[in-house]
């Protein structure tokens, strides 16, 4: 599967170690990376359908030092999507307010019927995507049913309920930040790890150096704003288990692509 890595802090930090360790496991992940580096609530991507090891921008990108305080990299094992630049996380669209939505998601969608509209929308292939489409509605909805653009509270309650809508039977381990706050799920235990670096929150897939990481939570959204945490969600109990029929669908849904 992908690989996420996030970053949430009050002060900017040199990331240019963790993402070089990072960009390193795309022997394994080499369809495509992507990086998202916010200044308020403004998003700044840079993607390509390449392996990162392999990417000669990604290499020239961190000669120099990259410094953020809020970000979000992904690299990309594809299940859904052929290798494109479309296909690339993270993704990014804007709710009827205005505001930018960047998601990131580590996992595959096996079924989910109110994400299946968006295949006829979609600008890729990945059911990714669906998933930050889906979302987006839902804060449309939310947004006209309020008559005004929502608060940090109501935004998070409606990314919990969408949790809860789509994880059963799926494996949806994502980031995704909203010019304000950094959501973190996972429902695969033992896949999300953080660690705390001075007044900043690191988290990714596997942890990226010899230092304290700790596992994160399974089943429970969470919300961060400068590196603190700020918001949980509803427990659930869909947890996703792997198991060989799954990996099957994957592998032969792949070969088609």
């Not at 992908?2 to 990331?15: A, M, N, R, Y």
């Not at 960009?23 to 840079?46: L, R």
């Not at 990131?104 to 890729?124: A, D, E, R, V, W």
Request: charged share 25%.
């Amino acid at each position: 599967m992908c690989e996420l890595f996030g970053l949430t802090g009050p002060d900017e930090i040199v990331v240019n170690e963790y993402l070089e360790t990072f960009a390193g496991h795309s022997v394994d992940h080499p369809n495509g990376w992507g990086i998202a580096i916010f200044c308020g609530k403004e998003v700044n991507i840079e993607k390509e359908p390449v392996a990162a090891y392999r990417s000669s921008y990604l290499k020239e990108r961190l000669r120099t030092p990259l410094r953020a305080a809020n970000m979000m990299a992904h690299i990309r094992f594809a299940t859904r999507g052929h290798m494109a630049y479309e296909n690339c996380h993270p993704f990014v669209r804007h709710d009827a307010s205005g505001r930018a939505w960047t998601f990131m998601h580590n996992g595959t969608i096996f079924n989910c019927p109110l994400l299946s509209k968006y295949l006829y929308t979609q600008s890729g292939q990945t059911d990714s995507e669906r998933i930050l489409l889906y979302l987006i509605d839902q804060i449309n909805a939310e947004t006209e049913k309020q008559g005004r653009a929502l608060k940090d509270t109501e935004r998070f309650n409606v990314i919990d309920r969408v949790v809860l809508d789509i994880t059963a039977h799926n494996k949806v381990n994502f980031m995704l930040y909203d010019g304000s706050m950094l959501y973190v799920h996972d429902n695969l235990r033992g896949s999300l790890f953080v660690h705390r670096l001075e007044r900043s929150l690191l988290f990714a897939t596997t942890p990226l150096d010899s230092k304290k990481w700790e596992p994160v939570e399974p089943c429970r959204l969470r919300a961060y704003k400068n590196g603190r945490h700020v918001l949980s969600g509803t427990a659930h109990h869909n947890e996703y288990i792997e198991n060989p029929e799954d990996m099957k669908l994957i592998f032969l849904d792949y070969a088609q692509l």
